[in-house]
């Protein structure tokens, strides 16, 4: 299961999971999101990339890195091919808009916060297997796939088949089924 899947990576830095485990319409993947390459964060209007100031707004990071430095195709009939995963909060709404925050002293927690990810693990509900994809950024494609198999299958062996549509998308499928999970 995806969850078990992610209990192998949760003490990874900025390792994330988003589970989507009802089985209704809309509520198809459960993502998990590994080897961050890039860190965005907002807090009281400055910006940071990667923990250093900069004089940039957070709008023209993002358009900069989806537009110029890092443009991905997507592919077709998944939630995502690369990208971020965080979050924008009320404060940071309420500052674009040019509302006065009052915040307590010890409120440190960003206002906004984007996680660029090297290695998705996208698991479908629907058709139950997984789709792994890789970008580049932290090593090669073909590097990190091939990680990510050998920590996978030495966890769960006999659940796993690997296939390579070229040699830009390497992806590894896991044959999560029930039948495969009771051997």
Known sequence: TPEQIFSLFHKEKMAAFLDTSLLQDGHRYSIIALRPWLQLSSQEGQVYINGKK????LWQVLHNIIHTAHPVEPL???PLSS????YFS???GLRQANIPVILPQHYKI????LVFYDLFLIYDHHNVY???IANGQ???ATSLLNKLEVEITSSTPNTTHVTKHDDTTPSCHFDLSRTAYIQ
Not at 54 to 57: E, F, I, L, R, V
Not at 83 to 86: E, I, N, P, V
Request: aromatic share 8%.
């Open 54 to 57: 900069s004089t940039a707004t």
């Open 76 to 78: 077709p009939g998944l």
């Open 83 to 86: 990208g971020a995963l965080g």
């Open 90 to 92: 009320y404060e940071f």
């Open 110 to 113: 960003p206002e906004a916060l």
């Open 130 to 132: 997984s789709i792994c």
């Open 138 to 140: 932290t090593e090669s």
